[in-house]
């Protein structure tokens, strides 16, 4: 199969290229760092993967979506799974004081993927064919005062792959939502670990098997499907009292 | 739980973490500090790896392959893999470690900052006798690329120096071929020291792995009975299972209770052990996995020796052909009377093979290593009386093992400590370094 995976160099990308290429699928990888993203490519080439290409782009830069799509199925010879896993955590007070940080944080984790899969959605609907992931949040399902402006960014991709994949169904294009809850990686490495941390692994194997099983929404690690249907079953009246 | 602990489990330590994640980017950045450490896996048994009040730098992101020529064997690689996972890669493709340890779980990196030796050293010397060249960067962000031509003294301090010269960031090795994951075996019953000599004589020249486990209770004319594990790679394994690889472990889920490693049991258990074994030699076919990483099969073996952690001595003392036995044997009967150890000991005679390495430790002779179960300074003022046997006999101590060694025996053990020390990134320490540096040691439970 033929993969692209942008934001290649996130620790949960990394694991899941790593996935595809044992099973010697050829995957193009796109992220920021030229040197970071080679050795991601050197790692994944040793690992199986053949053939690797790569490019480096901002993808805040919209103008350039459309060339690295171009790009990436010209190299591949086609595209059949499109890996979405680059993001950002913002600073929550941050944002709280500084509108700029907030936009900032809604152009990087949503409208870049806006962006990004309306260009690569009519591909893969003319295709009628292929699987679009996208690495959401649990911080989507629900608005909490510790991480909203994240949350708020990530719920309204949530929504957007939604309108994606009721799309996109009749095609037979499978539209992906990952949810993960948190893990320990470079994004986290400020935070404080607890038991609820999974390792990027795990939630690599996750991803790897609902992008097979062509699940709609996979939870990962799996114990958050039944936490956030707490969160959200909690009424308003109550949870606006939370300190979540 | 703390993860960032030795393998004996003492000392303890506190650290502030600062994972790495890549190699282009400058580690020290984040969390300026004056005293650094690299952490692999933590399976240094004692206090070369812990930088107590210090930063240490969690390498466990730096595990990406760089290179792999599966035409010559080598591989180039981030310092983070662990030889489990490069076994995971080369044997399918019919290469192997050219030297591997008693253990797959540690870093390509600690294996170079150890200078770790295995089973056939007699052969194929140290590890760090198969590195290429690796990278190293200093505290002060310069980046050393060093090999046998390239900044050579670095390449030299580096290896076995306890990881002190500076970051490791990537490495290259060669690999060596063989005929199949498998190992055709011969396990011999040995019932005294001089037996375990000729034996070990005979043995080095016809297999190229040898190693003995003895049983550390045993005293006068069967002082240090034992049985000799030797083997070659099985030639011409016919069926699909030829290249196969094997990584399977139980977990302990608990530390043990203080009665499981008591002298009594660690006697009966080694008697049995000895006598499980006929007196006519057995001859088998194992996996590499079994006769390489016995004890990797249980996930963290360290808990059975309880809460107070243990220790781990070995020594090595030097001797030409079939000279003089009475320092092994000293220590050996100071061992078996002191009724400390447990059922982790084995020996085997070092080959002269030099190492590249300023301060590594292995050279030409016989070497003990055992696990001990912390039992109070009993246990500390047993080891001191056999560093002062080593010492007397111009052997050495294992500083990867140790914990408690004083600075005075590391010294005797290592002169050349002098030469390295101009080598030592300044920010960079241990408290390993800091003990054997620094007077006064601190000895025992003292600290």
Same mark, same amino acid.
């Given at each position: ?23 010697? $699928? ?43 799509? $171009? ?174 | ?447």
């Amino acid at each position: 199969m033929r993969i692209l995976i942008v934001g290649a160099t996130s620790a949960i990308a990394q694991k899941v290229a790593r996935l595809f290429a044992k099973a010697n $699928h050829s995957i193009f990888l796109a992220a920021r760092n030229e040197k970071k993203l080679v050795s991601v490519a050197q790692d994944i080439q040793i690992h199986g993967a053949h053939p690797v290409h790569y490019m480096t782009l901002d993808m805040n830069d919209f103008d350039l979506h459309p060339a690295l799509i $171009h790009q990436a199925t010209q190299s591949l010879g086609g595209l059949d799974i499109l890996l979405v896993a680059h993001g950002q955590l913002p600073d929550q007070p941050a944002c709280q004081v500084n509108v700029r940080e907030a936009e900032q944080a809604f152009k990087v984790n949503f409208l870049s993927v806006l962006s990004l899969l309306t260009h690569a959605s009519h591909q893969f609907q003319k295709q009628g064919s292929g699987t679009i992931a996208v690495i959401s949040s649990v911080a989507g399902d629900r608005g909490r005062q510790s991480n909203y402006i994240y949350g708020s960014a990530k719920g309204a991709l949530n929504i957007f792959l939604e309108g994606l994949r009721n799309r996109l169904f009749p095609y037979g294009v499978h539209v992906l939502t990952i949810k993960p809850g948190y893990v320990d990686t470079p994004m986290t490495s400020h935070l404080k670990k607890n038991r609820l941390f999974a390792d990027p692994e795990s939630v690599a194997r996750d991803i790897y098997k609902a992008i097979q099983k062509k699940k709609d929404v996979v939870y990962t690690p799996w114990f958050w499907r039944y936490i956030l249907l707490g969160i959200k079953l909690c009424p308003e009246w109550i949870f606006k009292r939370t300190k979540l | 739980m703390n993860a960032y602990e030795c393998w004996g489990r003492y000392p303890k330590a506190k650290h502030q973490i600062e994972p790495i994640y890549w190699t282009s980017e400058n580690p020290f950045i984040h969390s300026p500090a004056t005293s650094y450490l690299a952490f692999g896996k933590g399976r240094s048994y004692g206090d070369s790896c812990l930088n107590d009040g210090g930063v240490l730098l969690d390498t466990s992101g730096l595990n990406r392959w760089i290179h792999f020529d599966d035409e010559k064997g080598v591989v180039r690689c981030e310092a983070g893999v662990s030889l489990a996972e490069v076994l995971r890669l080369a044997v399918p493709k019919g290469w192997f470690l050219p030297v591997t340890p008693g253990t797959k779980h540690i870093t390509v990196a600690g294996a170079i900052a150890n200078d770790v030796h295995g089973k056939n050293h007699h052969r194929a010397g140290t590890f760090g006798r198969h590195v290429g060249q690796f990278e190293i960067v200093r505290s002060d962000g310069t980046r050393l690329l060093c090999s046998p031509q390239k900044n050579q003294k670095y390449f030299s301090a580096t290896i076995g120096g306890l990881g002190l010269t500076g970051l490791i960031l990537w490495a290259e090795f060669s690999l060596k071929r063989i005929p199949s994951s498998w190992i055709q075996m011969e396990t011999i019953r040995f019932g005294n020291l001089d037996e375990f000599f000729n034996l070990s004589r005979d043995s080095d020249e016809k297999f190229e792995y040898t190693l003995s486990w003895i049983d550390c209770f045993s005293q006068g004319k069967s002082l240090a009975r034992g049985l000799m594990m030797r083997g070659n790679h099985a030639e011409n394994y016919p069926d699909k299972k030829r290249f196969s690889i094997r990584d399977r472990s139980i977990n302990i889920p608990c530390t043990a209770p203080r009665w499981f490693t008591h002298s009594s049991i660690m006697k009966g258990l080694n008697v049995c052990y000895f006598y499980k074994q006929r007196k006519k030699p057995r001859v088998s076919r194992v996996h590499y996995d079994s006769f390489f990483y016995p004890l990797d099969i249980l996930g963290s073996y360290n808990r059975l020796f309880g809460r107070g952690g243990l220790l781990q001595y070995q020594c090595v003392l030097p001797f030409e052909g079939h000279g003089d036995l009475s320092a092994i044997k000293l220590i050996l009967s100071r061992i078996a009377k002191s009724n400390l150890a447990s059922m982790v000991a084995v020996l085997k005679v070092f080959g002269n093979i030099p190492s590249p390495g300023m301060l590594s430790f292995p050279r030409k002779g016989i070497t003990l290593a055992l696990d001990l179960p912390i039992r109070g300074q009993k246990t500390f003022h047993l080891l001191e009386e056999l560093d002062a046997v080593v010492g007397e006999h111009h052997g050495a101590v294992y500083p990867a093992k140790d914990a408690r060694m004083s600075g005075e025996n590391f010294r005797r053990f290592f002169p050349q400590w002098k030469e390295f020390r101009d080598y030592v990134d300044p920010n960079f320490s241990s408290g390993f370094w800091r003990r054997v540096t620094q007077e006064p040691s601190p000895i025992g439970l003292a600290s």
